[in-house]
Structure formats: C-alpha cells, structure tokens
C-alpha cells in the first residue's frame, strides 16, 4: 500500500515562512506575549473583506436627507468627502509637527499632499454647483437652517496649523490686542467671527453661537499644540538656506492660495449661483453675511505674508473675485 503524499498544508515550512515566525518570536517576545497564543488567534480569524476593511456599509447609510429632493443627497455627499479630505490634511500637518528636526524633503513632500488634497477639493466643486438643480436646493436649504459651511471645525484647525495664529487676526485687531495675547484672546478675534454676524444688528448669528458653544474649548487646545507645530514653525527649524528652496516657496504660496483663496471662492461662486439674485440676495442658511466673508478680497487671510510683494499683498484676490462676479451676471 503506497503511503500518500503529503498534504502542501503540513510540509515543511518554507525557509520565508520561518524567517517570518522567527520575527514575530522576537516581536512577541518583547512584549511578553506568547506567539503561538496569537497564531491560534489568527486561525480562527476571518479573511479581511473590502466591504468590512473600510465599513462602506456604514459609510453608505451616512446620508440622511432631511427631504424627498433627490438633490440634496448630493449636498450632502459632497461635504462629507470635503470633510475626509480635511482629515487627510490635517493628518499631514500633524505629523509635519512631529519634526523636531525636519528635512526640506520631508516638509515639501507633506505641504504637497496638502496642496493635492485641496487641488481635488477645487477641481471637484462643480459636481456639487453643477450638478444640483438651482430651485431644488433653493427648497430642500431651507430645511438645514441654521447649519452652514462656516461651521466645519476641521477646516478651521486646518488654519490653525498652518500658520501663525495671529495671522488668522485681521490687522485692526491684531493691533487693540497689544503686546503678548494669550490664545483666548487671539480666538475672540479671528477673522471668521466676522463671518457669522447678522447683517442688520451685528449680533451673533446662531450658526455662530453653536458652533462656539460645541468647539471653543477645542480650537483652544489645538491653538495651543499648533502653536510651535504649525507649518510655518516647522519651516522656521530648517537651516537658513533650505528656507529659501524654490520647491518649498512655491509648495507655501500653493497652500495659501488653495485655502485663502480658490477654496473660498468656489464658495462664493457657489453663492453667486444660487443665492445672489437681483434686486434682493437670498441669506444663506446660517445667516452668514456671505457677500463680505467668502470674497478674499474682503477677508484678506493670508498664511505667509513674507512670501509675497506689497503689489501681491494689495491685490489679493481680487482678480478672481471680479472674475467670478462677471459669470455670475452672465
């Protein structure tokens, strides 16, 4: 009687696969833990599926639409892809501040994922402005007061690790608060509180007043840790001439123009699309005064000062916000 052969399942382990078990003894081994108590672990766990690995179950049943527009789900779709993007940045800019001694590489290779993600966001704008019908959205926006787009936490952090915070200060009141503000102090005064004020009183509008009351002791905290993490602090701790590469200015003045100025303005033209109507405005759900905040000429946030002319400075945003005007009318 012939022995059978032997099974490929109980052969002898594969000079690969040993080298492989050795080092997961040494890294069980380590941590005290014993490695076959895992490896019987793993025989029962199940294979790692598509569907399980990034919960798209749960991801698909996230849209939840407040009214029978069909239109709306693409609203509401397109802010949660902008808000994984802002994960993704600030993921980058949380480890471009781990670099206690950065490298010019390191720094323009992070600044470039951000810069790519926020390339996206812009490309992408028109499947939510082109692609929804203007009196849909006109019906089914009233049903989200008072939540608007000003209150999206993450892009704000976003800002926060970018730059410097008093360059979230508009000039004016940089210059009241004097010498050594502390961070509450800085935050009292940024530029958006501006943003979110009710045109005919300047009193708080509520998207405001919530927005605060849920995030303040947060953007506190973060205000804190970016203070001597956030990008421009990190490029200050490269030696002196790495600080002028062109890679790196170009990959800084990228930045600040995708987030203060084509990102806000896709906004605005988005606004100018569907809000702006002559004789009368429609006010946006949050009852934001979005002619005078989302235009970049009017806010006037710049991350990088340094990096630009006086010329550059005093122009800032204002060709591309006529440009939009001009298509609005049209």
Not at 20 to 48: C, F, M, P, S
Not at 144 to 149: E, I, Q, R, V, Y
Request: aromatic share 12%.
């Amino acid at each position: 009687m012939q022995t059978p052969p032997t099974a490929p399942h109980l052969a002898e382990f594969s000079p690969e696969v040993l080298a492989q078990l050795r080092r997961l003894q040494g890294r069980y081994a380590h941590d005290n833990q014993d490695l076959a108590a895992y490896l019987e672990g793993l025989l029962h766990a199940r294979y790692v599926n598509y569907w399980d690995y990034i919960e798209l179950d749960t991801l698909l049943s996230l849209q939840r639409p407040l009214t029978d527009f069909p239109d709306e789900k693409i609203f509401i779709v397109y802010h949660q892809i902008t808000e994984l993007y802002f994960k993704l940045c600030l993921q980058e800019f949380e480890q471009l501040g781990d670099l206690q001694q950065p490298t010019l590489d390191e720094v323009v290779r992070r600044l470039g994922r951000v810069n790519r993600y926020f390339e996206n966001l812009i490309d992408s704008f028109d499947v939510m402005v082109d692609g929804m019908d203007k009196q849909e959205f006109l019906e089914f926006r009233l049903s989200l007061m008072p939540a608007s787009g000003f209150q999206s936490v993450q892009y704000r952090l976003i800002e926060l690790a970018a730059t410097a915070l008093e360059n979230l200060v508009p000039d004016d009141q940089r210059r009241l608060l004097g010498d050594a503000p502390t961070h509450e102090q800085y935050l009292g005064c940024l530029y958006w509180h501006t943003g979110a004020t009710v045109e005919a009183t300047g009193a708080k509008a509520l998207t405001l007043v919530e927005f605060e009351r849920k995030y303040t002791p947060q953007l506190i905290a973060q205000a804190r840790h970016y203070d001597t993490r956030n990008a421009w602090a990190v490029v200050q701790r490269l030696p002196e001439p790495e600080r002028q590469a062109p890679a790196l200015l170009r990959a800084l003045r990228q930045l600040d123009v995708s987030v203060n100025v084509n990102w806000p303005l896709m906004h605005f033209k988005s606004a100018v699309r569907y809000l702006q109507s002559n004789p009368d405005d429609v006010a946006a759900t949050g009852g934001t005064n979005w002619r005078h905040y989302l235009p970049p000429r009017f806010q006037r946030r710049i991350f990088y000062p340094q990096l630009w002319s006086a010329e550059e400075l005093a122009e800032w945003g204002k060709g591309w916000v006529d440009k939009v005007l001009g298509q609005g009318a049209g």
